[in-house]
């Protein structure tokens, strides 16, 4: 158990619909990330909270939104679902930026049909 | 544009042989390497990082070594155990204010270690 927890583990959903998707950081971690994994695809970046505030956007599609809340875990909403959003969405955290490595979660599989 | 490139998507080595995972890269604006392991149905673990200011860097059996006018980084593995057996992605940032902005992935290395 890496201590970032994240559900669900798995969501199946139809195209056109609305999924959250959230994430719990480890304990004391302050930073939370969130990266895509499609098929033959490396990990991309979506977005990074800090504290609350948003810090750093990637890759992330407009029907794509995030937030952290005080409690610090985070949810990221996908909207208007494509079968191409159809991925490993995980989440990482960390306390000090990537210096020592993010914490990643084992992250939850989206299937769009 | 893919700038973290690993362009061998498989990996064979013996056990107790050196396992040696490459990985290229594009923007010359990185300067922080790390590499991630990934068993199936977890998330990736971080395993050894280097700093552009190094050329190499060691943690036990794990060594990385960086070779920046090539834009090339490597990762040994020796000598190699069947627990190796993984998923490895090479990932780099250019953030070196530490943490801002996410990392670059590469799209991983299958490694297989044959007993």
């Known amino acids: 158990d890496s201590g970032v927890t994240q559900t669900p583990k798995h969501l199946i959903t139809a195209t056109g619909q609305r999924v959250t998707l959230r994430c719990s950081p480890r304990s004391g971690d302050l930073s939370v990330y969130w990266y895509q994994q499609s098929l033959d695809q490396g990990l991309q970046f979506l977005i990074q909270y800090y504290n609350g505030e948003e810090r750093a956007k990637g890759n992330i599609l407009e029907r794509f939104s995030a937030q952290q809340f005080p409690d610090l875990h985070s949810e990221l909403n996908l909207s208007s679902l494509e079968l191409g959003d159809s991925a490993l969405y995980f989440c990482?955290?960390?306390?000090?930026?990537?210096?020592?490595?993010?914490?990643f979660g084992s992250g939850t599989r989206l299937t769009v049909v | 544009d893919q700038q973290v490139k690993q362009n061998s998507p498989s990996l064979s080595v013996q056990e107790g042989r050196i396992s040696i995972l490459n990985c290229d890269y594009t923007?010359?604006?990185?300067?922080?390497f790390l590499w991630y392991k990934k068993y199936p149905a977890e998330g990736p673990t971080f395993l050894i990082s280097?700093?552009?200011?190094?050329d190499k860097n060691e943690d036990g059996r794990f060594t990385v070594f960086l070779n920046k006018s090539a834009k090339h980084l490597s990762l040994h593995i020796v000598p190699s155990q069947p627990g190796d057996s993984a998923v490895y992605f090479c990932a780099a940032s250019g953030a070196s204010g530490g943490g801002a902005d996410g990392l670059t992935f590469g799209k991983g290395t299958h490694l297989i270690i044959q007993p």
């Open positions: 280097i700093s552009s200011i190094k």
């Open positions: 990482a955290s960390s306390d000090r930026g990537f210096w020592s490595g993010y914490t």
């Open positions: 923007n010359s604006m990185f300067d922080y």
